[in-house]
């Protein structure tokens, strides 16, 4: 029995738009060392801490409040135990989802098949990091289920785990996703059954037309494999998919095209998706600088973008516009709703892209700034680089702030050099330290630094014995970064 394992953590170094102390980390434990927090749904700990678990991680990236439960069982009574806790914890829906495979993990590749996963959310954790505001908040809060606790037992033919042995609680919403139980003829492939239905009238959609593409191993490919025509009722249905990972596109003409993605496993994978295809609609305006001179040549681009309910809506053949040489953009088939837009152009920065714009739109002003730099170094006490991997934080000046001003994240070269090299006319709060364990209060430590459009901030890092707390040295300006 495993009481102890080793932790660790994949951080990627970004410099992007965070919150306060949000970093792209995923922390991940080997072994079933118990794991206390409040924050948990009711009865949730009780499954969480079962000693078969392997190992446990936390993600998404930024600290977004999943976590995610690994089991290997030595018999069925096991699973069987585990199911009735799970059935125990208190909250609205519970779902138990059948899976064919190994459940290989994500993360603990190495470790073999598993027997059942467990999936459950903290929603405040979840809302804080990855909630850029409040219709957002909610728009990925039910784009997640509305965070409700789900079990994946993994039915493969030399597991522990025979379906016909196991008694389900009544509680239990219970999804399968096994082809040879699904309501398909063809059954030697994986399956999608899809239904389309219009956003605003929740009505089925006829003679829309849904796509199959194959996206390849990196997702990158586009190639067609099938197509399908809805019938009245809505519902298209692809069977006989080989393993593979795919894109399923819906278009009809007057609304703005949907998309999911689905991998099809060795396993042989029964799906269902409900497409709400929203009406489509268009934004357009002007690009200028802060002395109001028109900026020809940005890219502009859409993303975050809701339907009128509010929901996140998977875009699909949106592509980024050029600003004429009179600064002006046009971006069509939106879905009507809200988007973000960004801008893109080399030395130049747009301040509030996190602003929610409503589609349709016209007459829309973004107004870009040029950007500064900031260098230095991290040393120790002893004037010396530091020996093990630092990375060096940038976030907004002051205590609390708010979600969408300009922050990021890298790791220091080995002779503790550093560079940001475009960054917004900001002050800022510079720390330096290890990637896992640092504190809020730990961030709140840093100095000050202020950089200015088109000049480099040059600073020196002394780490202290804990790694914790920093301060700067010799502060310096040059121009042109």
């Known amino acids: 029995m495993m009481k102890r394992g080793h932790c660790r953590a994949l951080l990627v170094s970004v410099s992007v738009l965070i919150g306060p102390t949000a970093f792209a980390l995923i922390t991940s434990q080997s072994g079933n060392t118990p794991l206390e927090d409040p924050r948990l749904p009711q009865g949730a700990l009780a499954v969480a801490n079962l000693p078969y678990r392997t190992g446990h991680w936390i993600g998404p990236p930024f600290g977004g409040g999943q976590y995610n439960f690994e089991y290997v069982c030595e018999d069925i009574q096991q699973f069987n135990d585990a199911l009735k806790l799970f059935a125990a914890i208190e909250a609205p829906e519970l779902n138990l989802v059948i899976a064919g495979g190994d459940g290989t993990s994500p993360i603990f590749r190495e470790d073999g098949p598993k027997d059942f996963s467990f999936m459950v959310w903290i929603k405040e954790s979840f809302d804080f990091q990855l909630g850029l505001d409040h219709l957002s ?10 965070g409700n606790p789900r079990l994946t037992v993994f039915i493969r033919p030399d597991g522990v785990i025979k379906w016909h042995d196991v008694p389900v609680p009544e509680n239990l919403v219970v999804t399968d996703q096994r082809v040879v139980k699904a309501p398909v003829n063809d059954k030697s492939g994986s399956a999608i059954k899809g239904i389309v239905l219009g956003s605003a009238s929740h009505s089925p959609i006829g003679g829309a037309q849904a796509v199959l593409v194959d996206a390849g191993e990196d997702w990158k490919d586009r190639t067609r494999v099938a197509e399908k025509t809805t019938d009245d009722s809505g519902f298209f249905l692809f ?50 600088d802060v002395e109001g001179n028109l900026l020809p040549g940005v890219e502009v681009r859409v993303g975050h973008v809701l339907d009128k309910e509010g929901m996140m809506y998977p875009l699909t053949g949106i592509q980024p516009d050029i600003t004429s040489e009179e600064g002006q953009f046009i971006i069509s088939g939106l879905p009507e709703g809200k988007a973000r837009i960004n801008c893109v152009m080399e030395r130049m920065y747009l301040p509030g892209s996190l602003r929610v714009h409503d589609v349709p739109s016209e007459n829309i002003r973004l107004t870009m700034v040029k950007v500064g730099a900031l260098r230095g170094k991290v040393l120790t006490k002893d004037g010396n680089p530091p020996s093990d991997p630092v990375h060096v934080f940038i976030q907004g000046e002051k205590d609390g702030d708010p979600i969408g001003r300009w922050g990021g994240s890298m790791l220091c ?69």
């Open 137 to 146: 908040r909610r728009a990925r809060w039910d784009y997640f289920n509305n």
């Open 239 to 288: 069977e006989g998919i080989h393993p593979g990972n795919y894109y399923v596109n819906v278009l009809k003409e007057g609304f703005s095209a949907s998309s999911e993605n689905f991998s099809a496993p060795e396993w042989k994978k029964y799906q269902e998706f409900t497409f709400d295809l929203s009406p489509a609609g268009s934004v357009s305006g002007t690009v200028v």
């Open 413 to 481: 070269n080995e002779d503790g050099t550093f560079s940001f090299e475009e960054i917004p006319p900001d002050t800022y709060r510079v720390n330096a330290g290890m990637p896992v364990g640092m504190s809020r209060d730990g961030l709140q430590k840093g100095e000050i630094c202020t950089v200015e459009s088109e000049k480099t901030a040059n600073v020196e890092l002394v780490l202290d014995d804990e790694l914790r707390s920093r301060r700067f040295r010799h502060p310096q300006e040059t121009k042109d970064p």
